[in-house]
């Protein structure tokens, strides 16, 4: 017993040679195979010190061996039957153990309950919360009363840029952040800025009398110029293309325009193509009903962000090279009132306006010479965005962003604090969802309150180039809150063609000042994309998250119908004019925004998969293509030597082709999919999110051209330039280049191809997919 007990030990302390052989030899004499177990210790005193090898040689005399091996089976047969009965030992001892453990717990009614009704085993793959509670659950926590207070704590007479008053206003954003639980954090940028003259002042002198506006327009050119006047309607391209019609030279011209229809910048950037000295912006009363001595300020930059620092953040750390962005316009810019402009109007001579501009105004002539003096200054200032996010419970590292701008010129109120009061509200009621409710979005939501809006969209923009490659993989959507209400008797929307279909959701579902009635049934009328639907454009802060980052935006108003909110960008955008404006129905408006940017947000967060509309984008690639192969014709047949003949469309045909199938097959996917395979949901999540991302041409740099969106962005490398560039080649115009087509064409074909291949998912589908 005690060599048994002294044998198992070795076998469970690992000591050396303590192991368990097994040899299957074969019968010399026919007999089947048989086992055999031999402890190391027998083993050593069979093979002696020659171990395996004096083994094997025993085999070559097979009887002895096997006597010898009987000799001693007594011996073996009485350790077998020791170590038998010492495990049968130790298995009692075990059983008892273990059975009378299970007599003596607790056996109270807490006990068997937990055990007979074990926690739920929550693997996401399922929200917990049916949509149509959400939506109610939602709705519920937004009301009127709650924006009065709000409202009234986030407005302010003077929140510029960089200024305390900015500060003081982050402050309590972040606070309030921190009051519903939510993580927060600040981003801080140090940006190059344009403000007008500390001491000094901007002047224009004309037919003898000097004039010193307070307004101004930030990045204008500095200096001063004299040259003659000529009016120009809105500054379109339209309108100089009447101008040129008319054999009118604008060398050296200071054009007066009218504000709106476009943004300052455009206005700038199209007179500086038409070789202008200087370009002179009032607000026309029939337009701007603002008062004769109502000041404006804007930018001129044409682009967004710090212009200084273009394609990269201005961080302290960051080492700025000295380069400037190629939106910079070269000309002089200055915003007068409406009186000052009237009054130069009526001064001019020279030719009548075309019968299309109306009026019985004249354009000008050699004899209105006007001096114009630009002295704004050029600072660093120190801006904060600030953020809490609500993270979700599945893919919380997938996020969507709402955004509003935070300062503004002057009081601001519908431009920013509206805004404001509305991300706040959201990001209470979304909280409380979660903490009290029992709400669990899948994905994050991300708010963010930014500042240096007025000159650009400058805060956004910085944060998006600080952090792009991560946003442009885990952003798939952005809300945009800026000037929200500026009216009540429109609606308008402008946004990612992806995302057509949350939109058209949203408007079926949320209803308007009368209760009884949706946005959809008041203001889309059966056809919202036309009625309501608008092209997002470069002065709006969703344009970079779109066409510079590639992720699917959009941004949405109440409009005073057809004409604009007149007080953006003036000293006069306060409370009591935005309420006259709205009848006094700030607050209703507000709450119903929250409403539309809440559904659209939590729809986002609450689904499996990412409600965005694939194939839209196909229609209007589609429609490009259409465009383009016309015009290639037509520039075939009427300049024939421009096109060589190799230049044919069919790589271009495929491409879009390629497209329109991986579109669709990604939609049957999305079809198809199990919404049970957490995995599989994330993957076609994935391919969602980078068919915006994957528009965006790679080929172009983000100074020259930093919206490289190419169905929706701005630069030669747009399918819409083509078109353009094919119409110049056609009339044959001095600056139309064949060989900068074909390059932009070839490029573009290839960017449309990429996108094709991302979208068809795993590289071996792709062969898939041409079949």
């Not at 190391?40 to 025993?58: C, Q």
């Not at 840029?161 to 500060?167: H, I």
């Not at 490289?708 to 044959?732: E, Q, V």
Request: aromatic residues 10%; proline residues 5%.
């Amino acid at each position: 017993m005690d060599q048994a007990r002294s044998t198992i030990s070795k076998i469970f302390n690992g000591e050396p040679h303590s192991y368990t052989r097994f040899n299957l030899t074969q019968n010399m004499e026919g007999d089947n195979s048989q086992v055999e177990m031999k402890l190391s210790s027998d083993m050593d005193e069979e093979v002696g010190g020659n171990g395996v090898g004096d083994h094997l040689n025993h085999n070559s005399n097979r009887k002895p061996y096997v006597a010898q091996k009987l000799g001693r089976t007594p011996k073996n047969l009485c350790f077998m039957a020791a170590a038998t009965l010492l495990i049968f030992i130790i298995g009692y001892l075990i059983g008892f153990l273990v059975h009378r453990k299970k007599e003596v717990a607790p056996t109270c009614a807490t006990s068997v309950s937990a055990f007979q009704e074990p926690p739920v085993h929550e693997t996401g793959a399922a929200p917990l919360m049916d949509w149509d509670d959400v939506k109610k659950l939602f709705a519920d926590k937004i009301s009127p009363s709650k924006f009065e207070s709000v409202l009234s704590e986030f407005t302010s007479a003077d929140h510029r840029a960089g200024s305390p008053g900015d500060k003081a206003l982050a402050n309590k954003v972040i606070t309030k952040f921190k009051t519903y639980g939510m993580d927060t954090w600040n981003d801080e940028h140090f940006v190059k800025v344009q403000d007008p003259p500390a001491s000094g002042y901007n002047k224009f002198v004309f037919k003898g009398t000097e004039q010193r506006p307070t307004g101004f327009l930030s990045y204008s050119a500095t200096g001063k110029v004299n040259g003659t006047v000529l009016y120009a309607y809105y500054g379109q391209e339209s309108d100089f293309i009447l101008l040129r019609d008319k054999n009118i030279n604008l060398t050296g011209r200071v054009l007066l325009v009218r504000a709106g229809k476009i943004s300052f910048a455009e206005k700038v950037a199209n007179a500086a193509k038409m070789n202008a000295a200087a370009v002179l912006i009032y607000p026309e009363p029939t337009d701007y009903p603002i008062g004769d001595t109502t000041e404006l300020f804007g930018h001129v930059h044409m682009g967004s962000g710090d212009p200084y620092t273009p394609g990269f953040p201005s961080l302290n750390h960051t080492q700025f090279p000295p380069v400037k962005s190629s939106g910079l316009p070269k000309i002089l810019a200055q915003t007068i009132t409406a009186a000052m402009g009237t009054s130069i109007l009526r001064q001019l001579g020279g030719q009548n306006v075309p019968q299309t501009w109306g009026g019985i105004n004249r354009l000008g002539d050699e004899s209105d010479v006007i001096t114009l003096e630009v002295n704004n200054v050029l600072v660093e200032k120190e801006i904060h965005n600030v953020f809490g996010v609500i993270k979700g419970f599945v893919d919380a590292d997938r996020y969507v962003v709402i955004g509003a701008q935070r300062d503004a010129w002057g009081p601001g109120f519908a431009s920013s604090t509206v805004g404001t009061s509305v991300l706040v509200e959201l990001a209470r009621s979304i909280s409380d969802m979660v903490k009290n409710d029992g709400f669990k979005p899948r994905r994050s939501i991300v708010f963010a309150s930014w500042s240096a809006g007025e000159y650009g969209s400058i805060g956004a923009t910085e944060w998006l180039e600080g952090y792009l490659t991560s946003l442009n993989m885990k952003a798939f959507s952005y809300i945009n809150l800026d000037g929200v209400v500026g009216g009540r008797n429109g609606f308008k929307v402008a946004a990612s063609p992806l995302m057509h279909s949350l939109i058209e959701g949203a408007l079926k579902k949320v209803s308007t000042l009368n209760k009884a009635v949706s946005l959809f049934t008041q203001f889309g009328r059966n056809s919202w994309e036309s009625n309501v639907y608008e092209d997002l454009k470069m002065d709006n802060a969703a344009y970079p998250f779109l066409a510079f980052s590639g992720i699917p935006s959009v941004s949405f108003r109440f409009t005073s119908g057809s004409s604009e909110y007149p007080y953006f960008g003036t000293m006069l955008d306060t409370p009591e004019k935005l309420n006259s404006l709205t009848s006094n129905d700030v607050t209703r408006l507000a709450e119903i925004a929250s409403q539309f940017a809440g559904h659209i947000a939590l729809r986002l967060v609450h689904d499996h998969l990412l409600g965005m509309n694939l194939t839209r984008y196909n229609n209007m690639i589609n429609t490009h293509v259409y465009r383009i192969n016309k015009r290639v014709k037509d520039v075939r047949r009427m300049q024939p030597q421009l096109l060589p003949k190799d230049l044919t469309m069919q790589w271009f045909f495929s491409a879009s082709g390629a497209y329109g199938r991986a579109a669709h097959q990604l939609a049957e996917d999305v079809t198809n999919s199990n919404l049970d395979d957490i995995e599989m949901c994330r993957i076609i999540n994935d391919r969602i999110m980078a068919v915006e991302r994957n528009f965006l041409s790679p080929y172009v740099s983000p100074r020259e051209s930093p919206f490289r969106h190419i169905l929706l962005g701005s630069g030669p490398h747009t399918l819409k330039a083509l078109s353009s560039h094919l119409d110049a080649l056609k009339a044959d115009n001095p600056g139309a280049d064949a060989d900068l087509f074909r390059n932009q064409f070839a490029l573009a074909t290839w960017t449309i191809q990429s996108c094709a291949n991302s979208l068809a998912g795993d590289i071996w589908s792709l062969a898939l997919m041409e079949t």
